[in-house]
């Protein structure tokens, strides 16, 4: 039997962002089945194969294996359609709906820190997501960050309400096209704190995701199951990205590591890594990597040297416009001389690992210091899986 596409979208409930348009809509079922709220994700992207990848990439993972503990971390979309604007076609998305996302959350608690045992539990849930992402997937998400970190709703009468009050939503006009534009509307209200135990992180936009499990002409194959073209945002890039060494899993390892600094302390961990004109600095942030892990691994240079003798398959443009055949054309190397001996050392702040949580109190640092240097190693493969991460004494309760 045929299944049920239609949608009513309530114009008192439109959310609209620059690069996408998320709206809550009624699905709409069968006469003996109930409607459901569901919120559709409208790709606004002028490529169509970003919409394919996204929504390719997104199939892929819901049909991997359902038994995995961190399936249900991971937000995947539940349909798909297109619909057609007076431009282009549009790929739909249909998503469950959830609450915020994390850093919406950190504000509405003191000094935007989230009590400590709630963090570890959201750790705890992300690095099962990670595990099924990478273990059973073999798929690296490389766009980790708060925005893309997503809360459910601690029950699900905040939603019900929300839709029942009927909201004006404020609007204009757009002169030139004669559109109206909806202003964005994305406050639930109050948390119920009685119930925010039953809110669950969701690791979501898969857009900029990669398969490892056969070869892409996204990220670039070299050998098995290695990208080589770069990823990741800007703070939390890893050092073999910025290194031309070939990346995997343990890149988004690395990025979720930094990441740790934005969850339990609302703060980067890198502080340099753009320069006056707000562009990627990769030689300042590999200067700060120095500072608090000390210098890169010999072997780990090597392979970057090697790596730069060969172009990629197709070059790559950079963040000012320059044409690029490798990652050290692209982030704007070499870094180190003919004796591994690092160019900049000026940049090198005098700060280490242990004086950038402040966050935390003196019997919890250790405990955290010892769980992130499992994940902020330069060489990918001293890092810890996913899976082994999650039984680190820092995240058990109590310590």
């Known amino acids: 039997m045929a299944r049920p596409r239609h949608f009513k979208v309530p114009t008192h409930v439109r ?3 620059t690069t996408e348009k998320l709206t809550l809509a009624l699905q709409l079922r069968l006469k003996w089945q109930s409607e459901r709220t569901v919120v559709l994700k409208i790709i606004n992207s002028n490529n169509a194969d970003d919409a394919r990848h996204e929504k390719e990439i997104e199939s892929h993972i819901t049909q991997q294996n359902p038994e995995h503990r961190g399936r249900v971390i991971l937000r995947t979309c539940l349909d798909d359609f297109e619909v057609t604007s007076p431009e282009r076609k549009h790929v739909c998305l249909v998503y469950e709906p959830v609450r915020e996302p994390l850093w919406i959350l950190q504000r509405r608690f003191v000094d935007r820190e989230i009590p400590l045992p709630i963090a570890k539990a959201y750790i705890y849930f992300l690095l099962a997501g990670l595990d099924y992402l990478h273990s059973e997937c073999k798929v690296v998400h490389s766009d980790l960050k708060l925005g893309n970190i997503l809360m459910s709703f601690e029950n699900e009468n905040i939603l ?6 009927q909201q004006q939503m ?3 006009v757009d002169g030139e096209s004669g559109r109206t534009i909806y202003r964005c509307h994305n406050d639930f209200g109050a948390l119920d704190g009685r119930e925010i135990k039953n809110m669950v992180p969701k690791i979501a936009d898969f857009g900029l995701a990669a398969r490892l499990d056969k070869p892409s002409t996204r990220g670039g194959m070299v050998g098995e199951q290695l990208g080589i073209y770069p990823i990741q945002p800007d703070f939390y890039r890893a050092p073999e990205v910025i290194l031309g060494c070939g990346w995997d899993f343990k890149a988004d390892i690395w990025n979720f590591g930094v990441l740790l600094w934005n969850i339990l302390g609302s703060k980067e961990l890198f502080q340099q890594v753009h320069d006056a004109n707000g562009q990627y600095d990769a030689k300042s942030h590999l200067a700060e990597m120095i500072a608090l892990l000390g210098p890169p691994p010999r072997v780990l240079l090597a392979k ?9 398959p197709q070059p790559v443009t950079n963040d000012t ?3 690029c055949n ?22 090198i702040p005098s700060r280490g690992l242990e004086d950038t949580t402040p966050f935390l109190e003196e019997e919890d640092r250790e405990a955290f210091l010892s769980f992130v240097r499992q994940m902020l190693n330069w060489l990918p493969e001293k890092r810890k899986t996913a899976r082994e991460l999650m039984d680190h004494p820092f995240l058990k309760l109590g310590g």
Request: aromatic content about 20%; overall charge negative; proline content about 2%.
């Open 321 to 323: 416009g320059k044409l």
């Open 326 to 347: 490798n990652a050290q054309e692209f982030f704007d190397g070499p870094f180190f001389n003919a004796e591994d001996e690092f160019r900049h050392n000026e940049l």
């Open 170 to 172: 404020q609007y204009k």
């Open 304 to 312: 970057s040297k090697t790596m730069s003798e060969h172009n990629w």
């Open 160 to 165: 019900t309400n929300f839709i029942k009050r």
């Open 15 to 17: 959310f609209m962002l």
